[in-house]
């Protein structure tokens, strides 16, 4: 029988947790309850695979993760080909590839300068280790000033796109 009695339940939420990615200063600055709790330079996707903006959910981490040139297409030869390689400390931002991950070793004197990733926010180890540490799936990550699209909303948990008036409207397309 549906609604013939009362129901209590009770819960509690964790921290809101926040980060915001800025291609122009190239930083990555983690919020913890309105609180700065860290910042680090980063480096973004370059000119060919730039990063998207907008707001992003945390969908899935793991401590190290295989990255293969060939889940984008890319065959040894490309200018764009990069050999496998484990990165540590991962924060999958989208479906189609974006994450937060611990830059490269090749990439460490570019970060805060240069972009060179293929759309991923690479760290210094210290800061993917806290983002991976600290932040969960269903935190809200917002990059901006990539002079990019945002990420379809289906790639990813990228209702946060959409605004409201717009929300039921499936013939509506922002910014992506």
Request: glycine content about 10%.
């Amino acid at each position: 029988m549906i609604g013939n009695g009362n129901e209590t339940v009770s819960f509690s939420t964790g921290a809101e947790q926040r980060v915001f990615v800025d291609n122009n200063t190239k930083t990555l600055v983690a919020y913890v309850n309105g609180k700065e709790t860290g910042r680090w330079p980063v480096t973004l996707g370059n000119p060919d695979w730039p990063s998207t903006t907008g707001k992003k959910v945390i969908i899935e981490q793991a401590a190290s993760y295989e990255f293969k040139a060939s889940s984008l297409n890319l065959k040894p030869g490309d200018p764009h080909y990069y050999p496998p390689f484990d990165a540590s400390n991962v924060s999958r931002l989208t479906w189609s590839g974006e994450f937060i991950h611990q830059a490269l070793p090749s990439a460490m004197p570019v970060l805060g300068v240069a972009n060179v990733s293929h759309g991923c926010v690479g760290m210094p180890p210290e800061g993917a280790a806290y983002i991976f540490e600290t932040f969960r799936p269903g935190d809200m990550v917002e990059v901006v000033n990539t002079d990019y699209p945002q990420a379809d909303p289906d790639d990813g948990y990228g209702d946060w796109n959409i605004p409201f008036e717009h929300y039921s409207d499936e013939d509506w397309h922002g910014n992506w």
